[in-house]
Nanobody, 127 residues
Framework: QEQLVESGGGLVQPGGSLRLSCAASGRTFSSLSMGWFRQAPGKEREFVAAISRGATARRYADSVKGRFTISRDNAKNTLYLQMNVLKPEDTAVYYC????????????????????WGQGTQVTASS
């Protein structure tokens, strides 16, 4: 069973930056495809970014391209999401997700393709 713990959320002014982290434990981190999703109040969970096992593939939602960067450190069993130029519409609970079923070049963008989920961390961009 994989355990995922997010951290790094908080309150930031529009235009500011935050870096989220997701610490993974349970199985070899390098065998996991990883993703970030978010859910705003009253809205469905949506895809933000994903990265393949070997970091050879990265995918982003159109709404965050050019502002957010997903990365991973397999030696530290940690996934990151660097978020720059935050907007009020980025306000949401951000979730880390993981799955071991995909090949090394696949970065899944659908929530149903992830088996393991963290508890989430709140990000609020507001003045």
């Amino acid at each position: 069973q994989e355990q995922l713990v997010e951290s790094g959320g908080g309150l930031v002014q529009p235009g500011g930056s935050l870096r989220l982290s997701c610490a993974a434990s349970g199985r070899t981190f390098s065998s996991l495809s990883m993703g970030w999703f978010r859910q705003a109040p009253g809205k469905e969970r949506e895809f933000v970014a994903a990265i393949s096992r070997g970091a050879t593939a990265r995918r982003y939602a159109d709404s965050v391209k050019g502002r957010f960067t997903i990365s991973r450190d397999n030696a530290k069993n940690t996934l990151y999401l660097q978020m720059n130029v935050l907007k009020p519409e980025d306000t949401a609970v951000y979730y880390c997700a993981a799955d071991s079923r995909w090949s090394s070049t696949i970065a899944p963008i659908e929530a149903r393709h992830y088996m393991f989920w963290g508890q989430g961390t709140q990000v609020t961009a507001s003045s």
